[in-house]
Structure formats: C-alpha cells, structure tokens
C-alpha cells in the first residue's frame, strides 16, 4: 500500500474557528478538545471577542475570519465550522473564501429540523441574546423568519459570564440558566417541537434540557457531528 501525503495535518477532517475568548471550555463545550469522539483542529480568530462577535455583528472581522479559515485549510482541514451560532453572517463570506465546505452556524440546522417536525410543531431558537439575533442571523442560515426566537436572561450566570469574557462560571447556576430559560421558551410557545440551541456554549446543558422538556435539541454538536460524517464517512466491513 501507498500512503499519499499532501497535508501538513492529518487525521482532523473538521477545523474550527475558535472566538478569542478566556471563559471556562467544560466537557460538551465546543471548544474543549475532549468534547469530540474524533480529532478536531482548532484556529483561534483573534480580537473576535463574544461582545464583538455577539454584540456587534462581527463587524470589521470579514476578512480576520476569512484568514484564519485560510490556514485552517492550509493546514489540512476538509471542512470548516466556528464557535458561534451569531456566525450565520459569515456564511457566505467563507463559503465563497475557502475550498471546502463552511457549516458556520447551529441556525442552519434550522429548516432540515422543521422537516422533520409533526404537522402543527415547529422549531424554536435559544439564543444568548435575544436583541442581538436579528432576522439577518436567520435569513443568512436559511431559516424561516418567523421562527420563534427567545434569550437568555441578560443579567443570569450563563450570558454574563460568557459576553463579558470572564475567566470563572458558576456550572451549576449556568445549567439552572438553561433549564429556566427552557421552560419560558415552552411557556411562550407551546407548539415548540424542537429546540435549536444558537451558542456552541450551550451544548453542555442539552441533555438536561431534553429530559426536563422531552423534545429534541439541537446544537453545534450535533450539527458538527453530521458534518463530520459527509466529510469522513465510517468505513464497514464488507466481509
């Protein structure tokens, strides 16, 4: 046999653009290495803070982001994803940038979940911040307009640790955040189906979350995990 070489790195089919960021990156967390049952490369995009990125649109990173998925790809990566739902905006501008496909946003799982949903349901997002998802954030996943979109509260563990970058959380303050927030969400809507979870930092809380309400949710993990099973699709034995 014939090893075939070509890539500076191998055996990490997923790169991920990393916010620059110093809060906790706990088990599940998108950010934390052992959160992937397959190796993953990770390239941090510096000066995109969780306030920039979260609070200002991203504004003035195009091209940061544009670069950094560059080397990500330079490096050997076959696909590329970030660590923020509020980068649907960036979709396009790294999906006609770089080579390989760009899943940037757990939004974009948006319309594939609504297809699947019982007549009369429908998708809801949870969202870090509520007045910062903009219909500009879902129409750049393809999502419906009309979904249902509610945040966490601004002042809670969960989003005020996280948008002021902090170095510390309460865990289990942020996963009663979670269960709290959950709750209102299917209050307020109850023909919810299925939750999409818009932050990658949500992902550790989302059994929880399922338990406690008994619908599905989605996040960041599972659409990498998707992802990751067009880019490398499991070999089986055939004898």
Partial sequence: MIAQGGKAISGASVGILMLDTHIPRIPG????????????????????????????????????????????????????????????????????????????????????????LPKGKHVSVLTISAKSLTSEHLQAANADLATPVEGMPPDCEFASKILSNSTAMDIEQCRADLLSAGRALIEKHPQTGAIVLECTNMVPYAADMQRQLGIPIYSIYSFILWFQAGLLPRRFPLD
């Avoid at 190796?39 to 195009?62: F, M």
């Fill in 29 to 116: 967390d998108v950010g934390n290495a052992t959160t992937w049952p397959f190796p993953v490369h990770y390239k941090i995009v510096r000066g995109a803070s969780p306030e920039r990125v979260v609070l200002q649109n991203s504004d003035g990173l195009r091209d940061t982001f544009i670069e950094a998925a560059l080397e990500l790809v330079a490096d050997g990566v076959d696909g590329i994803s970030t660590t923020c739902g509020f980068l649907s905006l960036m979709q396009s501008n790294l999906k006609a940038a770089v080579p390989v496909p760009v899943a940037a946003s757990s939004l974009m799982q948006v319309p594939l979940i609504a297809a699947t």
